[in-house]
């Protein structure tokens, strides 16, 4: 269903029945698997965004140490409930997108350029933004690493951010190493060929 995988995640749904929602994203799709009840028992709903392969674009980004973090926007990352609401993004060139300001606060831990890749496609008119975020965090014994994943899908864009953050101990976010790859994709619409 999503071709040749790129990158997937999988989560437990706030107040969910301990099943997980699954996400995968190929060069053919786009695939989301969520628990639901059907006629008294538990199944998986799984829907699929056709991606038109041949418009698959991909950008890496690495960045050493960067000024411009900020240290509440690190909070986004720590374990909290979902009633806190996270910053806003931190740069002023990130473009307003019409979803959740949840989602909105974890796009701005990414780096700048970053942030541009992922929301440009759907600046002009593809309505029905819906975003989608993965993350971990670990501290090992001589940084703070952070993978984090970041997912925008509507009519005719679907673009994808999967990175890693690496932070020495006792640092502050200034000194951070971010390693990134993006994903940008043209959905498929019925008429085109596969």
């Known amino acids: 269903m999503a ?8 989560r437990l749904e706030e107040g969910g029945d301990g099943r997980p929602t699954a996400f995968v994203f190929g060069t053919d799709g786009l695939c ?30 690495s960045t050493a140490a960067t000024k411009t973090h900020s240290r509440a926007v690190s909070r ?10 996270p910053p806003q993004p931190r740069t002023e060139s990130a473009h307003p997108l ?10 701005g831990n990414f780096p700048a350029d ?5 929301q440009r496609p759907f600046l002009r008119d593809d309505r029905r933004v819906v975003a989608d975020h993965y993350y971990e965090d ?3 014994f001589a940084s703070q690493r952070l993978f984090a994943l970041f997912c925008l899908s509507a009519d005719r864009n679907v673009t994808l951010a999967t990175g890693t ?8 976010l200034d000194h951070a190493q971010w390693q ?15």
């Open 165 to 172: 953050r690496i932070l020495p101990r006792g640092k502050p």
């Open 98 to 107: 019409s979803i959740h300001t949840y989602h909105l606060g974890v796009l």
């Open 114 to 118: 970053v942030q541009d890749f992922l």
């Open 76 to 85: 986004i990352f720590r374990r909290t409930s979902p009633a806190d609401v």
């Open 138 to 140: 670990s501290v090992e």
């Open 180 to 194: 990134i790859e993006c994903y940008h994709s043209l959905v498929r619409t019925p008429s085109q060929p596969q």
């Open 3 to 10: 071709g040749t995988v790129l990158e997937w995640w999988a």
């Open 32 to 61: 989301k698997a969520s628990p639901m009840p059907r006629n008294g028992k538990r199944v998986y709903l799984v829907e699929r965004l056709k991606l038109d392969a041949r418009t698959m674009r991909r950008q890496s980004f």
